[in-house]
């Protein structure tokens, strides 16, 4: 879900998809609410790189609900007929529902708009009026929260690389990589248009204790409008937490 620079329809659309952006893996900077793992208790032996993806893929198929908070940092000029997306902050219900907040500039302002995909159904409110209204066939996030083949399958397509790093962030141990990741295989949803072979910086960690994504970070040219400056900041918690998402009534 990077997005700038598009239609307004398919920007608030993008919207949505950035909240499940974060399922491709997970580093660590923002504050978020969770429960504290004990940094003493993450004693635990040092994994290769194919253990530690292994077991992202392999836990989350456990998850059924977590938090996730969006900062875009740098974005790129856009234009005044487009809409850019600058933070959002949400929750995601498996397998197929979120309800999140979002920052974007539209028309050179900066507006609040909140989104809900419950139902089968997007829903977003008007940055003017406030009111529910209904996007028909913007998105479908079942094929980005499936394990198989949506985002958190992307991690076998990340190129060079590096072996886990012991990290603590924000008190939750953490084995941090680096890695590289070709845009194209983002263009299912950033909507491609970006140069050949431009790879994207991806700097993630994942908690020792559970092997689930705490943060990622990517850098670079995700989408038309991106500069190699452009990041999306990633920050996942509350995991398995009792949450309820419900269309919002019209």
């Known amino acids: 879900m990077f997005l700038t620079h598009v239609t307004l329809k398919r920007s608030l659309a993008l919207a949505m998809l ?3 952006c974060i399922l491709l893996i997970s580093g660590c900077s923002i504050p978020w ?13 040092k994994p290769t790189t194919v253990q530690l993806l ?28 487009k809409i850019q997306i600058h933070s959002a902050d ?4 498996m397998p197929d529902k979120v309800k999140a907040q979002a920052s974007v500039v539209l028309s050179g302002q900066s507006v609040t708009v909140n989104l809900i995909s ?4 997007e829903y977003i409110t008007d940055p003017i009026t406030g009111q ?15 394990p198989n083949t949506g985002l958190i399958s992307l991690i076998s397509k990340l190129q060079n690389i590096s072996s886990p790093a012991s990290d603590i962030v924000n008190d939750v141990p953490c084995w941090r990589i680096n890695g590289k990741l070709d845009a194209k295989n983002l263009a299912f949803f950033t909507g491609g248009g970006v140069p050949a072979g431009t790879m994207l910086q991806t700097n993630a960690c994942i908690g020792k204790l559970d092997s689930l994504p705490y943060q990622v970070i990517i850098t670079g040219q995700a989408a038309v409008g991106d500069t190699a400056q452009t ?7 509350q995991y398995n937490e009792n949450i309820s998402i419900a269309a919002p009534a019209l």
Do not use: E
């Open 118 to 121: 419950a139902d089968n159904n």
């Open 18 to 20: 950035c909240m499940a």
């Open 90 to 93: 949400g929750d995601v219900l």
């Open 33 to 45: 609410r969770r429960h504290k793992i004990s940094v003493a208790s993450a004693n635990v032996p």
């Open 54 to 81: 292994d077991a992202v893929q392999k836990n989350f198929r456990t998850v059924n609900s977590f938090h996730v908070v969006l900062q875009v940092q740098n974005p790129g000029p856009i234009s005044g007929d």
């Open 231 to 237: 990041a999306y900041d990633f920050a996942l918690s």
């Open 132 to 146: 529910w209204r209904i996007i028909k066939g913007a998105l479908d996030l079942r094929t980005l929260t499936n």
